[in-house]
């Protein structure tokens, strides 16, 4: 099971067991990504989904009917879940009709007394996301089969990696996405252009013209060490390890 925090846990949350969940259990197993606090009207164009979406500031900012109008924006905007709170300066209780429409669209909807602290709340709420997601990684990375995988986890995804790599190949990363299928093939075969012709489907001379570009536009030296490392170590990061073989001569 997923150590990360999920909609169903914001209640086991030490000091928040005064918040209850009470409809949309279907949909409780969602990830929590962040707590987001919404002070307008409309909170779409502020969040990006998975966020716990609290909703304060009812008497103010918000009618009953408008609770309805917030819980199908939830359903569109993949929230984690939304958090109503109640006491009697806003709304004594949720209406039934309301809990019976988050049942039907799966989405959490949990009530939280007013009198609780939101600072407390998002305190506790983002500590935990912080925690369970470095545990999750720390077992991911237990669980690396290799140097290369534990590294990439430690990095990040796609994206990270890309940035990581950027300062040595900022110029050239859209080449080396173009030739990786070729890069890979070289190596794999010990830097034998024939065999790695042979894996391509290519012939050897276009190989070594895709390579001879490489080295051209890269500046990267063949005949020197670290730039060989360079290469080797930008490409393993920014792919995966099973690449899809270029097909026939093409450049």
Same mark, same amino acid.
């Given at each position: 099971?997923?150590?990360?925090?999920?909609?169903?846990?914001?209640?086991?949350?030490?000091?928040?067991?005064?918040?209850?969940?009470?409809?949309?259990?279907?949909?409780? *197993?969602?990830?929590?990504?962040?707590?987001?606090?919404?002070?307008?009207?409309?909170?779409?164009?502020?969040?990006?989904?998975?966020?716990?979406?609290?909703?304060?500031?009812?008497?103010?900012?918000?009618?009953?009917?408008?609770?309805?109008?917030?819980?199908?924006?939830?359903?569109?905007?993949?929230?984690?879940?939304?958090?109503?709170?109640?006491?009697?300066?806003?709304?004594?209780?949720?209406?039934?009709?309301?809990?019976?429409?988050?049942?039907?669209?799966?989405?959490?909807?949990?009530? *939280?007394?007013?009198?609780?602290?939101?600072?407390?709340?998002?305190?506790?709420?983002? #500590?935990?996301?912080? *925690?369970?997601?470095?545990?999750?990684?720390?077992?991911?990375?237990?669980?690396?089969?290799?140097?290369?995988?534990?590294? *990439?986890?430690?990095?990040?995804?796609?994206?990270?990696?890309?940035?990581?790599?950027?300062?040595?190949?900022?110029?050239?990363?859209?080449?080396?996405?173009?030739?990786?299928?070729?890069?890979?093939?070289?190596?794999?075969?010990?830097?034998?252009?024939?065999?790695?012709?042979?894996?391509?489907?290519?012939?050897?001379?276009?190989?070594?013209?895709?390579?001879?570009?490489?080295? #051209?536009?890269?500046?990267?030296?063949?005949?020197?060490?670290?730039?060989?490392?360079?290469?080797?170590?930008?490409?393993?990061?920014?792919?995966?390890?099973?690449?899809?073989?270029?097909?026939?001569?093409?450049?």
């Amino acid at each position: 099971m997923s150590p990360l925090l999920r909609t169903e846990d914001v209640p086991l949350l030490p000091g928040l067991g005064a918040i209850c969940l009470r409809a949309g259990h279907a949909g409780a *197993q969602r990830v929590v990504r962040w707590p987001y606090v919404a002070e307008n009207r409309s909170f779409t164009p502020w969040i990006k989904g998975g966020e716990l979406v609290f909703i304060t500031g009812i008497g103010r900012h918000h009618s009953v009917d408008n609770l309805f109008e917030l819980l199908y924006e939830g359903v569109a905007a993949k929230v984690a879940g939304l958090v109503i709170l109640t006491g009697d300066a806003y709304i004594g209780r949720l209406p039934a009709a309301l809990l019976k429409l988050a049942d039907q669209q799966q989405l959490p909807l949990l009530e *939280q007394p007013y009198s609780l602290p939101m600072v407390t709340v998002t305190e506790v709420i983002g #500590r935990a996301i912080v *925690q369970r997601e470095q545990l999750a990684w720390r077992d991911a990375e237990s669980r690396a089969g290799s140097l290369l995988e534990k590294l *990439q986890l430690r990095i990040g995804d796609a994206g990270a990696r890309a940035d990581f790599v950027a300062p040595w190949f900022a110029e050239h990363q859209t080449l080396l996405q173009h030739l990786a299928p070729t890069i890979d093939a070289w190596l794999r075969h010990g830097g034998n252009i024939s065999a790695a012709a042979a894996a391509l489907g290519s012939h050897r001379n276009s190989v070594r013209n895709r390579l001879d570009r490489l080295f #051209r536009e890269t500046g990267l030296d063949p005949a020197k060490p670290t730039d060989i490392y360079n290469l080797i170590l930008a490409h393993l990061l920014m792919h995966e390890p099973t690449m899809t073989p270029e097909c026939g001569d093409t450049p």
